[in-house]
Structure formats: structure tokens, C-alpha cells
């Protein structure tokens, strides 16, 4: 069905603007093309705010009052009347805010939340935005809501030089499923997945109706499936959706599954399954028995091969727009549309798409304004994107369609495409699986996988039952240690030993998850039940980057070992030496030092510069310490401290290693550690520690034998960090 114009009130008619009278001129493209240019200015909202340049349509001739209008949240009357009257502006403006509003399914970390309790007058003002391209940064002048223009007519698109959209009202269309499954035909025929003869312990017969559960070593042959990802949700969503939770259901299933009990998301993956010609799904809640998670059963047995059960499925269908099972993922997010004709050329007529874009404050200009950063963009703030299970079966995965509330994209090892767009040779969501004997790649899938984890105000972040992180994990990890010849033994809380000392120095770099604001309130998130792991592995961090000894040009420097002995112990809570632990210990022989110099350090915070490039960050909080004619220093701290001054009595460092400083000169690195006890008093043989940071040598120029008088200064004691 072909998109028709919006019923307008007045007020929004405000929105259909005349290209002329706004200062528009004809530019000319290289080749010779044809586009429109708007004049800027210095825009800003008051006093405090640095501004941008911009042009803002309506006109400064026009009223303020024509273009803003106030209102009351949360039930927006003033928008509600005027929806009920046939604008449909207004009755989108309204839905999608009182969505972003009151969804408790979001996270407050994630996208646009806002907690209302009581009646609260708002203000709206409305008008179009030009950002001029050479802006370096800008502050978005929104409060819950920004809309993104995408012309729906071709011609449009590129007279006003925007995103080309789509005009689909349903994923499961024909059109999306002919696009859909020529690019999984094109990706099978170029890349030929299922390298193994591996299959599932159990797939859903999608030929049948209703659908059925089957045991794959029933079948002749390796078949062709696809895997489900998707969020299950709150509490009460996951446990009200049908799963197999016994020895009866699977008999049950294995007969047909009564699919108007499934859950939204189930449905629409079944029925995107057929549409797509796939015989057979897998789906997590009825392929594995909920009902047997003791060591050594189901779960545990389908958790180590999960890598293997998404890496050899035909195509993963990522629910991304599905905060929980209990949401479609085939309907896109609502839309209006709005008539443009260029006065400047007539023949430049069509319709503008208007919809909603989660908006964050303070990014930067230009990071978004291309196809392939706004596809990125708008699926990063997906929740789906924001779950540890989710970012395993992303890494995992050969090809990936994916279902977004405003994009349907298809992205494998070649590139991305979405459904309505130009064709984008960027690689924004595949695993690493195709070289995954890469020196650097565990660091690569930590950065990636530790970004969806983690606790937020002690509150897990990333999983519904946060000791899932290591199971969730481990099939990565024992994919890994296969192709890069390293023993399971090896493995130890989210580390290898044969990359320690080195992987034992990553920073904290997540610019979003909310960390402890004093030494004793970070112990005591350390302390937190239930146990997840010890002080010194990244996990249960959130955010997390190896790059701590990384030169200028991004490369990781070599560390040589400087301590007599490393020794790890680890006490598994199951029968996965790969999965779940109850305790961890670091066992070092070296030196140990107090701080020098001084018993308090001065904090500074450095801005987190994050990119496409999901470990290109710098660590949070840096401490710069410089002790008059002695060794200079930078700690990053596992906390974000409140105030300019820490002291440092209570802290000490242990040295691991020396590495090569710009200039030639070695520099030392190791764990900043705390006594378990937390008592103000010297070093002690036996102490225990905590991690609760990282130091290294400033790159600056040292005085000369500062490193050895450091040395000389230090113990040379046993002490064991837990």
C-alpha cells in the first residue's frame, strides 16, 4: 500500500516547508548532480549552551508562539485533543513519547527514560534542523523525542541530500521476505556456512502445522535452520512464556506445539521461518530443558556449544526491536509522512517520512549522518544490543538478519545491507570467526562482549541472572582455545594464561555504566552477591579495554614478565571448566610498593572518546602521580571518585611487568591492590588484595635511575589477589 500524506492541524502544517523562501540554493555534485543548499547560523538555546551551527525552519519572521506549544505530562491532553481531532503528527508525537516514557522494560541506562509521579508542564517547539558538516560537536536540542526526515521518494532523497527509506508497514511482507532471502541465498552460495557436521540436539519442524519438536540425529542429513535471538525480558514476561521445561512437554512438542500459546516473539520467528522456505528453527526456550540447569545437564551441555549452534545456522533472525518474547519484531515502528515539493525545481515532489530516533545528548556531528553510522546508531540503543546472550550469538553467527523498529538489515562477512537502502560495505555486527587465531582477538571479544555486561548500581546489567557471564561465554572461549592451540586448563576466570601478565592490565572505559564513587562503596560492589568473579578478571566490569600499554599507534607493547612467580587457583560452581566459578584466586611473587611521594593523588577525568571501533576508548579515570625527582606514574582507578584528592595510604602496587616507552626507556606496569582487611598499616607476607586498578609509567621523560630506586624502594613478598 502506497503511504499516503498526513492530516495536519494548523500548527503542524508548519512542518511542509518552502525551500525558496528559506534561503535555498541549487549546488552541484561532482558528477554533475543537482541538490539543495540552506544558509546556517549560530544557534543556540541560552547562555550555557556552546551552540552550533544550524538552520532552523520556521523562520525567525514567524511567531515563536506558532512554533511552540506547551503541554502536561505524563497524559499530554493538549497533543491527546489534537490526535483525536485527525492530526496525526500529534498523535504520533504523543504515542512514541508516552512509549519512551513509561516503557519499564528499558533500562534507565539505556536510551530516553523518564520517571513521572506527577503532573509536569512541558514544552514543545517545532521546526526542521540542517546541521552544517565541518561542525565538530554539538548538543542536541531535545528532550524525549527527535524525529529523523527519510524521504520516501527517491528524487527527494537526493535533492535534500537524507537517508532513503522504506514505506513497509510489516517485516513479514513480500517484498521483505524476496529481499530477505536473496541475501541469505547470495551469502550461503559466497561464504558456505556449516563448515562441521554439527547440529542442534533438537530443532522445531517448521514444514509442519502446527509446528513440532524433533531430534536432529533423527534426521539424514546436517539440515538447514535458522537461530532466534531475542531478549526474553522482565521476570514475569520470561517465566509467562511456554518453554520446555520436562520430560512431558518435550513428549508433547514432539508431537506439535500449540503455537497460539507461543510467545509473540516465537510466533513471528516461526512464521518468518516458513516465509523464508528455512524447514526448521532453533529456539532457545524449546530446544534446551529449562527444567535441567544442575552441572553436567541440559543447559550446561548447550551453553558450551552455543557458538557452534548460531555459527552453523543458515541465518540468525536478531529480535531487535522485541524488548521481550512478549513483543512482535515484524512491525515497524509508526510513521507520517508529509508532502515536499522543491520550489526551486517543481519536479522534485514526493513525501517526507517522519519517525522516531533515539536521541542521546552531546554526541558528536557527523558520526550519524551517513547510512551506515544511522543504521549502526539506531540498532546500538536496540535492547537486543544491550544483553551479554545477544552479543555471544551476534559473535557467533555467520549471517544475521535482523529486525529492527526502524530498519530490516542483512549483514555477513561481505557487508551490510537494509531493507530500502543502498547496498554499505561496512561490517558493523558479524563475529570474529573468521580468523580467530588473531593474537589480539580474545581482547577484541572481550571489549565487545564486556560492553554488555556487568553490574549497574549493583543492579545486574546484561543478563537477567548475571551468573550467566561466563557460561554465556564459554563456547567462544572453547572455539578459541581450539584454533589458537591453547588447553582448556589454560583458561581462568575470562583470561589465559598465556597472556598474562598483559591481559591482567585492562581499564575500565564504559562512558555510560555508573561506577562506585568511593574506594570502600567500589570494595563493597566487589564483595556483591552473587559471585560472579574475582577483583582481577574483567568480567562483571561492564565496559572494558586492553589498550593500557598501547603505543600512539594503537599497537599493544610487549611485557616482560618482572615478578619470580604467577600461580591462578579457581574453584568451578559446575562441571564446565570453562563456565560458571565460586571463587578465583592470583597468586604473585614480585615487588610491592607504596605509593611514592605523597599520601593523596590528584584526580583527573578524561573525556571517553568512543568511534565505530568498539575498543578504540581511553580509560575513564586517569591518576597522574609525580614525586619530586622520582618516578612518574598514571593509575587508572576501577572506581569514578567523588572530590579532586584520593588518599592513598590504604593502596599498593604490584608490579608485573616492563615494557619499551616511546623515547627507548622501560617503564614498569602492574595492579594497583588494596588489602582484603582494609586496615591502614604496612605490607604483610600473606596479605590478600583486591584489584582496584591499573598503573604504568608515564610515556614522559624520566629521571634518570628513577625506575630502580622505585624497584630498590619495594618488597619482595608473595601476596594473593582474590
Known amino acids: ?58 523562520r ?30 500529534c498523535a504520533l508525537l504523543r504515542n512514541t513519547i508516552l512509549a519512551q516514557a513509561n516503557d519499564e522494560k528499558v533500562d534507565p541506562a539505556e536510551g530516553i527514560r523518564t520517571y513521572l509521579s506527577q503532573e509536569t508542564p512541558c514544552k514543545f517547539s517545532m521546526y526542521w534542523m540542517w546541521f552544517n558538516e565541518s561542525v565538530e560537536k554539538y548538543g542536541l536540542p531535545l528532550g524525549l523525542l527527535c524525529l529523523k526526515n527519510g524521504p520516501a521518494d527517491s528524487n527527494v532523497c537526493i535533492w535534500l541530500r537524507t537517508t532513503p527509506g522504506h514505506t513497509t508497514t510489516n517485516w513479514a511482507d513480500k517484498d521483505s521476505i524476496t529481499w530477505s532471502r536473496r541475501l541469505i541465498d547470495w551469502c550461503s552460495s559466497a561464504h558456505g556456512h556449516a563448515t562441521d557436521s554439527f547440529r542442534p540436539k533438537r530443532l522445531i519442524d517448521v514444514q509442519t502445522s502446527p509446528a513440532r519438536l524433533v531430534r536432529s540425529q533423527t534426521l539424514d542429513s546436517p539440515p538447514d535452520y ?6 526474553w525480558g522482565s521476570e514475569t514476561d520470561a517465566q509467562s512464556q511456554l518453554t520446555l521445561d520436562s520430560g512431558e512437554a518435550e513428549s508433547q512438542f514432539s508431537q ?7 510467545p509473540a516473539v516465537a510466533r513471528d520467528a516461526i512464521a518468518t521461518t516458513r516465509s523464508l522456505s528455512i524447514p526448521y528453527l532453533w529456539v532457545d526456550a524449546l530446544c534446551i530443558r529449562q527444567d535441567q540447569r544442575s552441572p553436567g545437564e541440559d543447559w550446561e551441555e548447550h551453553t558450551g556449544v552455543m557458538d557452534r549452534i548460531y555459527g552453523n545456522a543458515l541465518v540468525t533472525i536478531g529480535a531487535l526491536s522485541s524488548p521481550s518474547c512478549q513483543d512482535t519484531f515484524l512491525l515497524p515502528q509508526s ?36 547510512p551506515q553510522k544511522q543504521v549502526l546508531w539506531t540498532n546500538t540503543l536496540e535492547k537486543w544490543n544491550m544483553r551479554g546472550w545477544s552479543a555471544m550469538e551476534q559473535l557467533s553467527s555467520t549471517s544475521l538478519l535482523a529486525f529492527g523498529r526502524r530498519n530490516l538489515f542483512f549483514s555477513c562477512p561481505s557487508g551490510s545491507w537494509y531493507f530500502g537502502g543502498p547496498d554499505m560495505s561496512f561490517n558493523s555486527l558479524m563475529q570474529y570467526g573468521l580468523d580467530r587465531t588473531r ?22 546489567l546484561g543478563f537477567a541472572d548475571i551468573t550467566d557471564t561466563f557460561p554465556t561465554i564459554s563456547s567462544l572461549a572453547r572455539s578459541y582455545a581450539a584454533e589458537a592451540k591453547l588447553s582448556e586448563s589454560d583458561y581462568v576466570a575470562g583470561l589465559w594464561k598465556s597472556a598474562l601478565p598483559g591481559d591482567l592490565l585492562w581499564t575500565m572505559n564504559d562512558p555510560h555504566t555508573v561506577t562506585a564513587s568511593t574506594l570502600a562503596s567500589h570494595l563493597d560492589l566487589l564483595d556483591a552477591k552473587p559471585y560472579i568473579s574475582p577483583s582481577w578478571s574483567w568480567a562483571n566490569r561492564g565496559k572494558v579495554s586492553q589498550a593500557l600499554l598501547d603505543d600512539e599507534d594503537g599497537r599493544p607493547c610487549s611485557l616482560k614478565p618482572e615478578y619470580d612467580s604467577v600461580d591462578t587457583h579457581v574453584v568451578l560452581r559446575g562441571e564446565d571448566p570453562l563456565g560458571a566459578i565460586s571463587y578465583a584466586e592470583l597468586r604473585v611473587t614480585g615487588t610491592v610498593a607504596p605509593i611514592p611521594g605523597r599520601q ?13 571501533n568498539m575498543n578504540d576508548y581511553q580509560p575513564r579515570i586517569w591518576v597522574s602521580v609525580t614525586p619530586p625527582g622520582g618516578h612518574q606514574w598514571q593509575f587508572s582507578l576501577d572506581w569514578e571518585p567523588e572530590g579532586k584528592s584520593q588518599d592513598t595510604r590504604e593502596l599498593r602496587m604490584l608490579v608485573l611487568g616492563s615494557f619499551e616507552m616511546s623515547g627507548g626507556e622501560r617503564g614498569l606496569a602492574g595492579l594497583l591492590i588494596r ?3 582494609g586496615e591502614v598499616r604496612g605490607h604483610q607476607q600473606g596479605d590478600r588484595y583486591k584489584r582496584v586498578g591499573a598503573f604504568r609509567s608515564d610515556d614522559g621523560e624520566q629521571p634518570p635511575g628513577s625506575m630502580q630506586r622505585f624497584l630498590l624502594g619495594g618488597t619482595q613478598d608473595t601476596v594473593v589477589v582474590v
Not at 499516503?4 to 525551500?19: H, M, T, V
Not at 525545481?345 to 545528548?361: N, S, Y
Open 335 to 370: 510513521a507520517v509522512y508529509i508532502n515536499f515539493r522543491s520550489t526551486l525545481r517543481p519536479q522534485v515532489a514526493g513525501l517526507l517520512k517522519l519517525e522516531f530516533v533515539d536521541a542521546l545528548m552531546n554526541n558528536r556531528a557527523g558520526d550519524h549522518n551517513t
Open 600 to 612: 593523596m593523588i590528584t584526580v583527573e577525568k578524561e573525556e571517553v572518546t568512543v568511534t565505530t
Open 226 to 231: 535458522a537461530a532466534l535471538s531475542y531478549c
Open 675 to 677: 588489602a582484603v582487611d
Open 60 to 89: 525567525d519572521d514567524i511567531e515563536a508562539d506558532e512554533s511552540m506549544f506547551t503541554d502536561t505530562l505524563p497524559l499530554l491532553p493538549g497533543l491527546e485533543s489534537s490526535a483525536r481531532e485527525g492530526c496525526e503528527f
Open 256 to 262: 506439535q506445539i500449540d503455537e497460539k500459546r507461543l
Open 439 to 460: 593474537p589480539a582477538l580474545w581482547r577484541e571479544i572481550v571489549g565487545w562482549y564486556s560492553a554488555r555486561t556487568g553490574r549497574f548500581h549493583n543492579r545486574p
Open 1 to 58: 500500500m502506497e503511504p499516503q500524506p498526513a492530516k495536519l492541524c494548523a500548527r503542524c502544517q508548519l512542518l511542509e516547508f518552502d525551500d525558496e523562501k528559506e534561503g535555498g540554493e541549487v549546488a552541484l555534485t561532482p558528477n554533475g548532480g543537482e541538490y539543495l543548499t540552506l544558509p546556517t547560523r549560530w544557534y543556540t538555546r541560552d547562555d550555557d549552551d556552546p551552540g552550533f551551527w544550524v538552520l532552523k525552519v520556521p
